[in-house]
């Protein structure tokens, strides 16, 4: 042993006996590593796990009996929209008690950050039915400065995804369009300074106006800069329902061109037509990974999603702000083609249930199909859709009951596969 070796071995004498900061004994421990569980005591000191063994009535500050539990690192909450729930509450209980400790959010292509004012102002609106109307601290900025307001002050970690959403309505607004190569090259070096702010990567939702308009050229050079940054790509698919399996191919190529890697962000098989495909979707899945695409999932463990009512409009009728919807809707011509449009759409309206809306009047309607709610008031489902959506001013979340639970088993059974709230 050398003198140096001496010295550090003393050293670690030494600190041996300060007492812990805390301990926990007699614990299930399952660190997540994938080896089975063992029963161990875990001694920690400035923040880190510093001993693990026999080390019951050693000293320490605090004691957590925890024979008969399981210890495990905090669970990740790989999916989540908590761009504004965590501003609000810093604390976060809900997740906290269930032992989730890291969130992964803007998901979906939805958030805001980087914004301008204006842009805010924008995203705000129109997407008051997934986040509500809510005032916070944020008033726009850059990435890094989004980010500092949850610094210090969220009793969870947040990892950040930049969203697509407000990537493009920086540059473009919402206008329904493809964007021009100007227009591309500012949102790649958008991208790049989100990047180097501390994201992790970007969130596409392909569903979503205005995403659904970008071109493969636009989304290939936004994931090239991501990669470029070291992340990775998370996206909702174009479709979960009829074009499903064009959807998850189109997810594939895209990272197989760009080469980064991709979330397929809440997989599920939706529409009575695919239920019992989950199996097909995996095998797909595993066929790009031979390929060598660096894929993986996430799914929530639910049988129903949530979304806002006006993202089930005609694609042509989404484009534009919140201001530019509604003044479509309140257009006698293109009311009358919103409506035979949506009347003669495949979906099953009984599964769709309004959640939430911001009128006193309209609060009946809340867990309420819109199929009902159309026979209640003897009008058609287009009429009845587009009426709320006047109404409310756009501001209506739904839930949509379209998943089978053996697909949702089978997809949260996958090796590659993570689970989120979608909360
Ligand atoms: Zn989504």
């Known amino acids: 042993m ?17 007492p812990f900061d805390l301990l926990i004994t007699g614990g299930h421990v399952l660190d997540g590593a994938g080896q089975p569980g063992q029963v161990t005591d875990i001694g920690i000191r400035d923040g880190r796990i510093v001993a693990l063994g026999v080390l019951k009535g050693k000293p320490a500050r605090e004691c957590i009996e925890a024979e008969g539990l399981i210890v495990a690192p905090g669970f990740i909450d790989i999916h ?6 965590l501003l609000l509450n810093p604390v976060d209980e809900p ?16 958030g805001f950050a980087p914004a301008t004012e204006r842009s805010l102002a924008m995203l705000k609106r129109t997407y008051a ?3 509500g109307y809510w005032e916070s601290p944020w008033r726009g900025g850059s990435v890094r400065q989004y980010l500092d307001l949850f610094a210090d002050r969220t009793a969870v970690n947040v990892a950040y995804l930049i969203p697509h959403a407000a990537v493009r309505a920086m540059v473009l607004g919402l206008e329904g369009r493809a964007a021009t190569e100007r227009e591309v090259a500012q949102m790649v070096d958008l991208v790049h300074q989100a990047m180097e702010d501390g994201a992790f990567g970007l969130s596409v939702g392909l569903a979503y106006a205005p995403m659904r308009w970008a071109t493969r050229d636009e989304l290939c050079a936004l994931l090239r800069a991501v990669r470029e940054g070291g992340g990775f790509f998370a996206i909702h698919l174009r479709d979960y329902f009829g074009g499903l399996f064009d959807a998850l191919a189109e997810a594939l190529a895209l990272a197989e061109e760009a080469d980064v ?6 997989l599920q098989a939706a529409g009575r037509k695919n239920w019992g495909k989950a199996e097909a979707l995996l095998e797909m899945l595993d066929r790009a990974r031979e390929r060598g695409v660096d894929v993986t999932v996430d799914s929530y463990p639910y049988m129903a999603g949530s979304t806002f009512l006006h993202a089930l409009l005609p694609e042509w ?6 201001e530019a919807i509604l003044a479509r809707l309140r257009d006698p011509t293109m009311r009358r083609r919103v409506v035979a449009e949506l009347n003669v759409a495949s979906r099953d309206w009984g599964s769709v249930i309004i959640s939430g809306l911001s009128s006193v009047k309209n609060q009946s309607l809340v867990g309420r199909s819109l199929q009902e709610i ?11 859709l587009v009426r709320l959506l006047l109404e409310e001013d756009l501001h209506v979340s739904i839930v949509s009951h379209h998943g089978d639970e ?10 590659f596969h993570m689970i989120g709230s979608d909360g």
């Open 95 to 110: 997740r906290l008690w269930q032992g989730v400790t890291t969130v992964v959010f803007s998901n979906c292509g939805l």
């Open 374 to 384: 159309a026979e209640a008031g003897t009008v058609s489902i287009g009429e009845a």
């Open 406 to 415: 053996a697909d949702v088993c089978r997809i949260l059974q996958y090796p």
């Open 80 to 85: 989540a929209h908590s761009d504004v729930s």
């Open 129 to 131: 039915g997934v986040f």
């Open 317 to 322: 009728a989404q484009a534009g702000d919140a």
């Open 2 to 18: 050398t003198t140096l070796g001496r010295e550090r071995a003393r050293g670690d004498v030494l600190e041996d006996a300060r």
């Open 261 to 266: 890697p991709v979330q397929i962000s809440h």
